[in-house]
């Protein structure tokens, strides 16, 4: 009996980890399906014959679809067995990447994005939960951390190498190739993905909802709309910045997104030392970073040394205020830390439509090289916020 018990463990504890992987190359997929965008967006924008500040509004549309339809659809569906969950939402992944492949207009591209955008936060509120039931207990952690590796890998290389596909061979092939891989995913879930049922409901009512009663805690998520809308008002026309200012050839952007990403790296290792001593303090600091590195990348544009220094800076802040936002608003809302998690989701992406509005109409006004002054001046008005927030503690 225990010979055979043990192989039949080890076989589950393998289908389990396969499992996991596929979960995590599946988040992989999913955030560059949203991302990918913005480093495609000036041939995008040729190739459609709109300016680049309407391009920009699909970031917009993007985001707010994920604010507004994520969370009422995420509690429609969250209760289907998780296979057919996550083949639904791969499956629909692949349909939008393939119809923003063949858009030949803004609306049907716009079309494209909402479809994806519905559903990317069923899957950020389901998969980091269903691979730690994948795992057993004891390794929840470590099988959480393992999707979330998908989340850095698609910024450091996801997007990227997205843009240096489309440089080599379009920005249609870049959403077809996505959209393949998504197809791919969909048939290693459907082959090797055991049945898994939903996760027990939480106990709803006072317990959950008792934090939206709290000012404070309402505050923190204003402020990461805040600092959300000041990393994004710059960031979502950071390959325009580099291909128009910087003059960087179309055929090295990708390149130099990819520093952009390497660099983050450093900021996230950075960021979870920061936000364990001081969530505010960390928020803090990183702001002024922030608005530093994005002021300093036009007046530096013609020095290669000041401008890789002011990018770098700028990498750094943008990529540590990722989790320290999450960390920030879920200690505010420590009753409920699930509800006030998904409330930053929202609030980030929120921030992420509002940014990129925000910088679609400054370069329509006031010209793309005071994209990083618009974008340090909503991170003052962060940080004031913050500083506020501090002082009630």
């Not at 990447?97 to 858009?103: H, R, T």
Request: hydrophobic residues 60%.
């Amino acid at each position: 009996m225990q010979a055979t018990s043990a192989p039949a463990s080890e076989t589950a504890d393998a289908r389990a980890g396969l499992s996991i992987l596929i979960l995590t190359i599946a988040a992989f997929a999913v955030l560059t399906t949203e991302f990918i965008i913005l480093g495609i967006l000036p041939g995008l924008a040729r190739e459609l014959d709109i300016s680049i500040a309407k391009a920009g509004q699909l970031v917009t549309v993007f985001a707010f679809t994920v604010m507004l339809v994520g969370p009422f659809l995420t509690a429609a569906i969250s209760h289907w067995d998780r296979k057919k969950l996550f083949l639904t939402i791969v499956l629909i992944f692949a349909v939008s990447n393939g119809l923003s492949a063949v858009a030949t207009d803004f609306w049907t591209m716009a079309f494209s994005r909402i479809l994806a955008a519905a559903l990317l936060p069923v899957f950020w509120g389901t998969a980091s939960e269903s691979a730690a039931q994948l795992a057993g207990k004891g390794n929840e952690g470590k099988a959480v951390a393992q999707v979330y590796m998908g989340i850095t890998a698609a910024f450091v290389f996801g997007i990227p190498l997205g843009t240096l596909a489309a440089t080599a061979v379009g920005w249609r092939a870049t959403f077809m190739l996505i959209g393949g891989l998504c197809l791919v995913i969909a048939l290693l879930i459907w082959m090797f993905m055991p049945s898994l049922p939903n996760a027990p409901k939480r106990p709803a009512g006072e317990r959950q909802s008792v934090i939206l009663q709290d000012p404070t805690f309402i505050l923190h998520v204003v402020l990461s709309v805040l600092v959300f809308t000041a990393m994004f008002s710059a960031y979502t026309y950071l390959a325009d910045i580099l291909e128009r200012l910087a003059h960087v050839p179309n055929a090295q952007v990708g390149w130099w997104l990819m520093g952009f990403g390497a660099v983050g790296m450093l900021g996230n290792a950075i960021g979870g030392r920061l936000v364990d001593r001081s969530p505010l303090g960390a928020t803090v600091l990183l702001l002024v970073v922030l608005g530093a590195g994005m002021a300093s990348v036009a007046p530096a544009i013609d020095t290669l040394w000041l401008l890789v220094v002011a990018l770098s800076a700028w990498g750094i802040a943008y990529t540590a205020l990722f989790p320290v936002c999450q960390v920030r608003v879920m200690g505010a809302g420590s009753k409920a830390q699930a509800l006030a998690g998904t409330l930053n989701v929202s609030a980030a992406n929120g921030g992420i439509g509002i940014g990129a509005a925000i910088g679609g109409a400054t370069i329509e006004h006031m010209g793309l090289a005071s994209l990083g002054w618009v974008g340090a001046l909503i991170a003052a008005l962060a940080v004031g916020l913050a500083v506020l927030l501090k002082a009630r503690n």
